[in-house]
């Protein structure tokens, strides 16, 4: 290599090896701007008067509409690039925070979670098979790893500006803009991961991508992740009003710092079982998603935040591990070519399980109040996680014991 050859490589060196931690920090960023809205459910319930219901249905059609980009479009990076379809997807989302500055009712709130969850959809599948193209084995990690972070410094972040700043159900937009715009600028400097390949439009026709090597596993993991993902849309949906409703306590950062738990005590578990098998961060995981969701319940028919913030910690760091053990078992079994395909499948059925019961739970909350629908909620959860240990002694789980 002669030396115009060593110098002309270098910045694209430097580009790739900062590359994971930009595509990390976008993926954090797009999960963040998922959860600011949760500590202001509460205002706008009081701005614009709307039940418990509707607040789970602005809640879930952001989901939803996640769901329609996975089946439509989750794959498309496999062909036009990552790049030109994480550019795409910051740019809606920047139409979305634009629908949230400008909300003056329900509807306004619907139309950008709606948009949002596009954008999110989009996104995601983008950026998980990037990171995997750069690294199979740390990518599932950050996989893993940064939308827990993002979604903890979304909720936490708003708390914080509800709490101690002016306009807020303004200035958070303000600053989420604000990143994205930067973060559309900064993608133009890393390179490119996978190259373009043929078949575009017939990708674009809704399909399940499960890989055939990767369904057993996957199957047998389902009642584990749907518990999963089911309590953490209890949470980034219904917690801060069940606060309220169940201890008296009204402070924005409360209601957010709780949610926060969750998904900080699930980063931090991600991190201290990387290195771990995927069976073992599971044997970690489901005990400790069990005991933190008794004494969640426990801590709220006690009116004592500090139990039920403990029990939230519990919860996150078995929700962190689980999430982990699951991405950890299928995400190697794919191919290059079918990562984002496969990544969209799992995102399908997480966001299903992340949207549909906490409109059930919007339901239960109006019909029988917040602690009996929590009741109920915590109670179907830990019938889920019983299934899946039930399924996973039987044997089902024999790919993860070599992963």
């Not at 005990?287 to 004592?304: K, Q």
Request: proline share 5%; hydrophobic share 55%.
């Amino acid at each position: 290599m002669t030396e115009l050859d060593s110098t002309a490589s270098a910045p694209i060196s430097a580009a790739r090896r900062l590359a994971p931690f930009y595509y990390a920090a976008t993926s954090a960023l797009f999960l963040a701007a998922s959860s600011v809205p949760t500590p202001l459910y509460r205002l706008y319930q009081q701005a614009f008067a709307f039940s418990p219901v509707l607040l789970t249905v602005i809640f879930a059609v952001y989901a939803f509409s996640l769901l329609a980009a996975l089946l439509i479009v989750g794959s498309i990076s496999d062909h036009l690039g990552r790049r030109p379809v994480i550019f795409a997807s910051i740019l809606l989302n920047m139409v979305a925070i634009a629908l949230f500055l400008m909300a003056r009712g329900a509807d306004w709130l619907i139309a950008a979670r709606t948009v949002q969850g596009f954008a999110t959809g989009t996104a995601v599948s983008s950026i998980g098979a990037a990171l995997v193209d750069l690294d199979p084995i740390r990518g599932s990690i950050t996989n893993s790893l940064a939308p827990l972070a993002g979604m903890a410094i979304g909720a936490l972040g708003t708390s914080l500006l509800i709490q101690f700043a002016p306009a807020p159900t303004a200035l958070v937009y303000v600053v989420t803009l604000a990143l994205l715009t930067l973060q559309a600028a900064l993608l133009w400097l890393v390179p490119e991961t996978t190259s373009r390949r043929a078949g575009l439009l017939a990708s674009l026709k809704p399909e399940i991508a499960v890989p055939q090597q990767a369904r057993r596993t996957l199957l047998a993991l389902t009642p584990i992740n749907i518990a999963v993902w089911a309590l953490a849309g209890f949470y980034l949906s219904l917690v801060p009003s069940l606060i309220g409703a169940t201890t008296g306590s009204t402070a924005p950062l409360v209601g957010g710092s709780v949610v926060a738990a969750l998904t900080i005590s699930g980063a931090a578990a991600v991190f201290l079982l990387r290195k771990r098998s995927a069976a073992t961060i599971m044997r970690f995981g489901i005990p400790s998603m069990t005991l933190g969701i008794l004494t969640v319940i426990a801590g709220m028919h006690a009116a004592e935040v500090p139990i039920l913030a403990l029990g939230t910690l519990i919860a996150g760091a078995g929700f962190g591990a689980a999430f982990l053990g699951t991405v950890r078992s299928i995400m190697p079994l794919a191919k290059p070519d079918e990562r984002a395909g496969l990544l969209s499948a799992f995102y399908i059925q997480s966001y299903l399980a992340f949207s549909v019961p906490a409109i059930l739970a919007g339901f239960l909350s109006k019909a029988l109040g917040f602690a009996e629908a929590a009741d109920i909620y915590a109670a179907a959860i830990l019938l889920l996680v019983g299934w899946g240990v039930v399924a996973l002694m039987a044997g089902q789980e024999k790919p993860l014991s070599n992963t």
